[in-house]
């Protein structure tokens, strides 16, 4: 407790600037593109979040001074209190070069940007090579006002797709689902046709769970053609239950439930407990985040050798065209704040530096650390974890995780073909994406009311999946959303909306 206890406060002795930067930095000689860069010599200071108890050892850091010839301290803040202290230092005006900020959307984040207390890095962007790259669609999703503010901390923009028992398939004579009748189809198939041939009626179609936001029923609904939160609409945004789609959703999944083609307790399913489904044998098609797959395969081996998983992320919806849902595509970003970089000629220094760090070299530090140490490179060129090394990786290297900005390919590992498919179809899955027009929009009442008065649209969709509620209730709940607040709602995305419109 003594020692959990120190750590804690000296955290938060560097996070008010207590401490600063002191870490060592090794010669570089014979490193021309280092020591000839514009950001060579650069002391920077960066703070971030940490997910473990206590910060991971500076070995990382290390490295990437070797290979930059900048001195960095990276102060370390528990994801708990991250909030509380990035107002407190908001507050205060004393803020170190870099800043991560995850929640670009809360006030005090929107206050600052409105009083021009950090960088518009917008037009410098395009004088840099890697960050010149830059997802358009990313940008947009986290501009204030017109503008680019950071550099945004890459995440894919969507993972969705359909996990499903490849054996059972095979066994049936089914192929590959490719469109939403023939996910029914399958689902039908998996739960009537003894897809496991034991002679027992004791396997159904699709697992679920407890998640209108990420689980099934998001992506299906997307495959539908059903807007991502929001969208346009006769040239007007209107919410996603506002829709044709979306009830066409909702009856889909409503005869998946009266089919008993899904599995009934659904609503109050957990995550772990829709995965075990798949796992253990009782489910065959998991939809949503195809990276579950290799998690679930791992696992259900150990029970079954013989069993056999693919995936695929190409589904037509009654348009025969293919949608699915994407994020914002980030986690938050990084921000320069003025008070600390007082003058351009530094801020294009920090920029030059925030380009090389997603460069193969250091962005495979940040992702699987120091070869050797923590993997070893196979004669493929894959990289494979040293296993009796992976508690170090845990502690001191996914800690800099939070560091990332742009994703690099030079990292991914190409030993388990199902993990190079999910790759594969997470990047095509970006030729189809349906996006949320309101990602980068403010509306004051959305912030205020919005998570309340959605929790009225999901507790009446699921009354009308489970059959509780009929067509015209549910039209009576969209009016009360609209009268509790959703008409302010609306009325101020549009405003936003037509105002950045390009």
Avoid at 177 to 204: M, S
């Amino acid at each position: 407790m003594k020692q959990r206890f120190v750590t804690y406060l000296l955290i938060n002795l560097i996070v008010f600037g207590v401490f600063t930067g002191c870490s060592s930095i090794d010669s570089i000689k014979g490193n021309d593109v280092a020591a000839s860069a514009d950001y060579s010599g650069l002391v920077l200071e960066w703070m971030t979040e940490l997910h473990k108890q206590q910060p991971p050892s500076n070995e990382i850091i290390q490295e990437i001074e070797k290979l930059t010839n900048v001195n960095m301290n990276v102060i370390w803040v528990p994801d708990e209190i991250g909030a509380d202290r990035l107002n407190a230092a908001l507050a205060s005006g004393k803020l170190p070069e870099i800043v991560t900020i995850t929640d670009i959307k809360a006030s005090s984040v929107l206050n600052s940007l409105r009083a021009g207390m950090f960088w518009e890095i917008g037009p410098y962007l395009n004088d840099y090579p890697n960050l010149k790259k830059m997802n358009e669609s990313i940008l947009t999703n986290i501009s204030f006002e017109g503008k680019i503010y950071g550099i945004y901390r890459e995440r894919p923009l969507s993972r969705q797709g359909v996990v499903i028992r490849k054996d059972w398939l095979q066994n049936l004579g089914l192929p590959m689902p490719e469109t939403v009748e023939d996910l029914y189809e399958t689902a039908e198939a998996f739960t009537y046709n003894d897809p496991d041939q034991n002679g027992k009626h004791d396997t159904f179609g699709i697992t679920d769970r407890n998640d209108l936001t990420y689980g099934v029923f998001k992506t299906l609904s997307s495959y539908m053609g059903t807007p991502n939160e929001w969208g346009e609409r006769n040239g007007k945004l209107v919410p996603d239950f506002d829709t044709e789609e979306y009830m066409l959703s909702m009856k889909l999944m409503k005869k998946l439930y009266e089919e008993k083609l899904i599995n009934q307790d659904f609503p109050i399913t957990s995550k772990d407990q829709q995965k075990e489904l798949f796992i253990t044998g009782k489910a065959g098609i998991f939809i949503g985040n195809m990276v579950d797959a290799i998690d679930m395969r791992d696992k259900a081996l150990k029970l079954n050798s013989n069993m056999e998983i693919d995936i695929t992320n190409r589904i037509k919806g009654p348009d025969e065209t293919e949608h699915v849902w994407a994020t914002g595509g980030h986690g938050g970003m990084f921000v320069f704040p003025k008070a600390s970089v007082e003058t351009e000629e530094k801020l294009k220094k920090i920029l030059a530096f925030m380009d090389r760090m997603v460069e193969d070299d250091i962005a495979t530090l940040l992702e699987v650390g120091i070869e050797g140490v923590h993997y070893q490179r196979l004669k493929d060129g894959s990289f494979e974890i040293i296993k009796e090394n992976k508690g170090m990786l845990e502690r001191d290297v996914k800690p800099y995780y939070a560091l990332r900005s742009i994703s690099s390919s030079n990292y991914k590992n190409e030993s388990d073909p199902l993990r190079v498919k999910f790759d594969t179809l997470t990047k095509d899955n970006e030729n189809f994406l349906t996006l949320n027009p309101t990602e980068s929009l403010f509306s004051p009442t959305f912030t205020e009311k919005g998570s309340e008065l959605r929790k009225m649209i999901d507790d009446a969709t699921y009354k009308f999946i489970l059959g509780e509620l009929e067509e015209e209730g549910f039209k009576q709940e969209i009016l009360k959303w609209k009268k509790s607040g959703g008409e302010q709602i609306i009325k101020e995305f549009n405003e936003e909306y037509k105002k950045y419109q390009k």
